[in-house]
């Protein structure tokens, strides 16, 4: 088996969103795999009404990578590596119907879960870039010899 190295992933979650898990779903599908800039350009224009909710989790998860001491990333290097969209707990209420009846009333809330990693792109360039960096070289010494001045009166 061979030995995959696993790079690190930073995520964001929204509890409890007033919306189905279903239509979510729509619009996590359409950022998973794409990088933030496209991503964020896709929620504004998006006619969804959660798409606010997704990009508020796509917000959160790039300002949790770019706070992390340990990782040095920018937020625009990175790509959306999973986004998902579970169901919450559902409320139950009734609306009252003809003859005294009541009917049902599901008000469905999800989960919606971003994680976000760096571009393969940006890892190349960032190693690239370091072993591309030639180490300083010191300035040599200056030696203590005296220069002889001449200046146009002695001559």
Partial sequence: MAAVESQPTVRAQAKWVHSS????????????????PEARTILAFSQRAVARDVEKVLRSAVANAESRPDLHWNGD???IVTAYADEGPTLKRWKARARGRAG?????????????ARSAESI???EAAAVAKPRRQRAPKQTAEPVAATTE???
């Fill in 77 to 79: 290097d990175l790509v």
């Fill in 21 to 36: 898990a279903r239509k979510a779903r729509l619009v996590t599908d359409l950022i998973r795999g794409r990088s933030v």
């Fill in 153 to 155: 009166s002695e001559e």
């Fill in 124 to 126: 190349a360039a960032a």
């Fill in 104 to 116: 049902k009333i599901f008000k469905r809330t999800c989960h919606i879960t971003v994680e976000v």
